[in-house]
């Protein structure tokens, strides 16, 4: 019986780590597992995104039709585990404009895992486990590019006066 495995988390979550290993190992692992990356399921990340900062009527609908496309893309298993993995299948983090929860995280997945197990119904699909940081940290993760620029800069410039160097 194949295993599903999805992977998802926000940006600055520690989800490279195991994004770059699967990366790398891809070839090793070829005989184990299908391995999906971010890059062959845009269409669905790119209806993630637009999830979680356009909360419309529509939007969930957009997801559920590129997860099944997305589902449907991949061909038989043959008992390999299956697994996706991508940042954005949680939408965008709280800290970007206009986004100050995780509301929409959860259900993100929720529809790719629904896709899942109609594609390949025996497959074994364990539950969906959503674990985030607070929105707090994420908020601080997450500002404008210019607020950590700043802030950089400004500690640079306090431990060269401390140092006594321009």
């Known amino acids: 019986m194949s295993r599903i495995v999805i992977h998802a988390g926000f940006h600055k979550t520690s989800t490279s780590t195991p994004q770059a290993w699967l990366g790398a190992a891809r070839g090793p692992l070829r005989p184990h597992a299908k391995i999906v990356p971010a890059r062959g399921m845009q269409a669905l990340l790119h209806a ?22 997305v589902a449907w893309g991949i061909a038989g298993l043959k008992g390999r585990a299956l697994i996706l993995s991508a940042e954005a299948l949680s939408g965008h983090p709280p800290g970007r404009p ?10 993100l997945p929720a529809e790719l895992t629904a896709a899942l197990a109609r594609r390949f119904p025996r497959a074994a699909l364990p539950p969906l486990r959503h674990r985030n940081a607070a929105p707090d940290d994420l908020l601080h993760i997450n500002r404008p590019i210019s607020d950590r620029t700043a802030r950089r800069d400004a500690k640079t410039a306090r431990l060269r006066q401390a140092a006594g160097t321009r």
């Open 48 to 69: 993630c995104r637009a999830c979680s900062t356009l909360p419309e009527p529509l939007s969930p609908a957009k997801v559920a039709a590129r997860a099944e496309a």
């Open 98 to 107: 206009g986004i100050d929860s995780c509301a929409a995280a959860p259900a």
